[in-house]
């Protein structure tokens, strides 16, 4: 055996020269790399293509039917544009009803009142209870 640069050298293990060529394998992947960047340019021309023949197209498309019709509302029911602002409103309104006075039915002589003295009248007059059919059938 003989010893190169300190190293043992042994000649029945070494590594394979002949079966990969290193060469073809970082050239397939640069070529891989290049035809990526082509496509990648040319989807992108497209594209643009695409988008300024869309432009041109949309400004001399009309529609005659819908002529006249720019003010018209869509039938109901129609999409919240301010949804946030919506709950809001709803919630105050609410909040108006549980803190005043008012009419459900004036021909019923049912009246509204606000919910602090409901509860209070509540309190004060208690609820009412049934008869027990119980301590009836006791008796």
Avoid: C
Wanted: hydrophobic share 40%; proline share 6%; charged share 25%.
């Amino acid at each position: 055996m003989a010893e190169h640069a300190g190293s043992p050298h042994h000649d029945e293990v070494a590594h394979e020269t002949s079966d990969v060529n290193i060469r073809a394998i970082l050239s397939f992947g640069a070529g891989l790399i290049v035809l990526a960047a082509i496509v990648y340019f040319v989807v992108w021309l497209l594209f643009g293509y695409f988008t300024r023949r869309e432009d041109r197209a949309s400004g001399q498309r009309s529609y005659p039917l819908a002529a006249g019709q720019e003010d018209r509302l869509p039938p109901e029911p129609r999409l919240q544009t301010n949804p946030k602002q919506d709950l809001r409103d709803l919630r105050t309104a609410e909040d108006e009803q549980l803190k005043s006075y008012g009419w459900v039915d004036r021909n019923g002589g049912v009246v509204r009142i606000p919910i602090d003295e409901a509860m209070k009248l509540t309190l004060q007059r208690g609820l009412p209870a049934r008869q027990s059919t119980e301590a009836q059938v006791v008796k």
